[in-house]
């Protein structure tokens, strides 16, 4: 295995750590945890609104609902900052696109979006 491929696992690991951690202490309602992870000028970004989320108002609207599995999450770095991406699955299968800008152990940045589920090929019905 190559140093490149060594520190990517790595680093997937840490954010795994991370990512999970801040969705067991959202879903528990732990605030003085989630403050902890998050940045004071952070901000939440979803395609629905031009507008920006800041901290505050994501935490009082995310508190206790945020609940889910993270999955193939994968990171990249540059500069200092680390852009994780991963599906967020939530309840009734319910997917989110996510992808998190960190800053050290602080995060940063959300950019959220619900995930759509790929087509697969069709199947010809013989009549086209």
Not at 31 to 52: G, H, I, K
Not at 60 to 78: K, T
Not at 105 to 117: G, K, T, W
Request: proline content about 4%; cysteine-free; overall charge positive.
């Amino acid at each position: 295995m190559s140093g490149g491929a060594a520190a990517a696992t790595r680093d997937v690991s840490r954010f795994l750590v991370l990512e999970r951690g801040l969705q067991q202490a959202m879903a528990s309602g732990d605030a003085a945890s989630v403050r902890e992870r998050v940045a004071n000028d952070f901000e939440l970004r979803v395609p629905a609104s031009a507008q920006t989320t800041d901290r505050e108002h994501w935490l009082r609207s995310s508190l206790r609902r945020a609940s889910g599995v993270v999955r193939d999450l994968s990171v990249r770095e540059e500069g200092g900052l680390s852009i994780v991406s991963f599906l967020l699955v939530g309840a009734r299968q319910r997917t989110r696109f996510v992808v998190d800008v960190w800053k050290g152990e602080a995060l940063v940045a959300r950019y959220e979006s619900p995930a759509v589920a790929p087509k697969g090929p069709s199947r010809p019905s013989g009549r086209e």
